[in-house]
Nanobody
Framework: QVQLVESGGGLVQAGGSLRLSCAAS????????MGWFRQATGKEREFVAA??????????YYADSVKGRFTISRDNAKNTVYLQMNSLKPEDTAIYYC????????????????WGQGTQVTVSS
């Protein structure tokens, strides 16, 4: 069982930066693939970024809309995954969720087993 708690959201002007954190419980955090998803008002939740667990060979993936601006990373000693968001745009406004799964990293939200409660990111123009 893994519990996830996001933090770091807030209000920022377009062009600014935020770093989201997702703190995980459990001593086996390092083996979980981690993902970030987001849901804007009136839209479906969408994939943002994913990375493999430290025990797996895999790749880091980004949605085309955030590639080059967002970076996913993890600190296994702190049981935390991060999403560094730079050059933010108003269309990045959404609730951001982190998710975890055993096995390889995935784009599909339905393949993740554990979810945080989300953190709101609002980008003003």
């Amino acid at each position: 069982q893994v519990q996830l708690v996001e933090s770091g959201g807030g209000l920022v002007q377009a062009g600014g930066s935020l770093r989201l954190s997702c703190a995980a419980s459990g001593r086996t955090f390092s083996r979980y693939a981690m993902g970030w998803f987001r849901q804007a008002t009136g839209k479906e939740r969408e994939f943002v970024a994913a990375m493999p667990g430290s025990w797996n060979r895999g790749n880091t993936y980004y949605a085309d809309s955030v590639k080059g601006r967002f970076t996913i990373s993890r600190d296994n000693a702190k049981n935390t995954v991060y999403l560094q968001m730079n050059s933010l745009k108003p269309e990045d406004t959404a609730i951001y969720y982190c998710a975890a799964r055993e096995g390889s990293e995935k784009f599909n939200q339905y393949e993740y087993d554990y979810w945080g409660q989300g953190t709101q990111v609002t980008v003003s123009s």
